[in-house]
């Protein structure tokens, strides 16, 4: 097996897949054209990506290509559909960066109150401004509204909490319960959260659901002088509206992600957010410290190792969730060679489309049962000649 990463990974990682007996191609900051040569010339099984955009044209460039394995949590950067459409698996590594982020976030809250970065440029460049800066509200008691209560956003109410804010939350899957165990107040929509809120920070996945929750009517239900921070994706953000919130409601912003983020690692970039004088801006590095990448590492070569041994994908991001399968074939059998062959050569010459199949091998190894579900209209002659085969016990169908 043949492994292409094509961002930076731990050396323990690379040496554990390579001990594993792959062939580990690590070529670093691969993106655009680049990335499609390093696909076309090694034609790797599996490709592994942190920061580096994987379209269509990338997933077709690599013949034998079957996973690709995102370094982190958000997967918006591979084309999952193009990647569903061509049978390539795609997975994350869910979690392991949460609190990395989620001090990235707390962080920002406190800079933009105590206006730490201004506070050092001033210094640096020779001015004092003690008058200035001695004026801050402090977030002790301050109320938060976390919008998102993934593994990040209860990372972010664990330190909130410690640090003595009012904490309430918003998120599809919390309930009343669910946040009382939390330890935040339970909020049934967003506009809800954040009504009152001192402090907002954003901690949904972007998807096509989320782009632009943070619009102009959201804006203007926030207080005048609240804190917005965004340590997600620059997607959920309408920047229009965080612009006009930022001109006229007092709004000051923590961003760690912007629509005009360069794609490349550094030089000169031009931002109307990220110049704004009410906007402190970090370089996309929530993820960014030796704790979460040693974490997404070791996460991002289980799974890769995992699949080499098993062909299974752990957290893969582009199965369904269920099939369009009308019926359930069940078929009792003995273990032998070519029995399911059988069946499924019946299936295929009714035209039963076969979606999901499993087979379970009984104790001791002389039988086993196979679960396959079609689309398709049983019919009693297809159904005899399977039952006829002399290897199989028993066949049964079932309408879903």
């Not at 599996?46 to 394995?69: F, G, N």
């Not at 990448?293 to 582009?318: H, K, P, S």
Request: charged share 20%.
């Amino acid at each position: 097996m043949t492994i292409l990463v094509a961002d930076k990974l731990s050396q323990s990682g690379l040496d554990e897949m390579s001990g594993a007996g792959a062939e580990v191609v690590s070529i670093p900051e691969l993106t655009g054209e680049s990335l499609v040569a390093a696909l076309t010339e090694h034609n790797p099984s599996v490709l592994i990506v942190r920061s580096t955009k994987v379209p269509d044209e990338a997933l077709a460039a690599a013949a034998d290509l079957q996973l690709v394995v995102r370094a982190g949590a958000g997967y918006d950067t591979i084309d999952v559909a193009g990647a569903s459409a061509r049978g390539i698996f795609v997975a994350n590594c869910p979690g392991k960066n949460a609190v990395a982020v989620a001090e990235l976030a707390v962080g920002l809250m406190l800079a933009v109150d105590r206006r730490i970065p201004d506070n050092v440029l001033d210094a640096r460049e020779g001015r004092w401004a003690k008058a200035t800066y001695s004026k801050a509200s402090g977030i002790k008691g301050r109320r938060l509204a976390l919008i998102g209560m993934g593994n990040i956003g209860q990372a972010v109410a664990t330190r909130a909490c410690a640090l003595e804010m009012d904490v309430c939350a918003w998120s599809r899957s919390l309930t009343p319960e669910s946040a009382e165990k939390m330890g935040v107040s339970y909020r049934d929509s967003i506009l809800a959260a954040i009504d009152g809120a001192d402090v907002v920070s954003l901690h949904c996945a972007a998807t096509a659901d989320t782009a632009g929750l943070a619009d102009r009517p959201f804006f203007e239900a926030l207080k005048d002088g609240a804190t917005f921070i965004n340590t997600t994706r620059s997607s959920v953000v309408d920047e229009d509206a965080l612009l006009w919130a930022l001109d006229n409601k007092g709004i000051r912003a923590g961003l760690d992600v912007f629509s005009e983020e360069p794609a490349f690692k550094s030089g000169p970039f031009e931002s109307r957010v990220a110049t704004h004088p009410s906007v402190y801006v970090t370089h996309h590095i929530g993820a960014s410290t030796t704790q979460a990448q040693e974490a997404i590492a070791d996460e991002a070569v289980r799974v890769v190792l995992a699949f080499a041994r098993t062909g299974e994908v752990a957290n893969c991001v582009n199965m369904a969730a269920g099939s369009d399968a009308t019926h359930q074939l069940t078929v009792r059998h003995l273990d032998r060679v070519g029995v399911l062959a059988a069946v499924l050569d019946e299936m295929r010459r009714a035209e039963w489309n076969v979606q999901e199949m499993e087979n379970l091998l009984f104790l001791g190894g002389d039988s086993a049962c196979a679960y396959i579900r079609f689309q398709g209209n049983p019919d009693s002659e297809t159904l005899d000649r399977i039952g006829r085969h002399p290897d199989i016990l028993a066949t049964s169908v079932v309408k879903l």
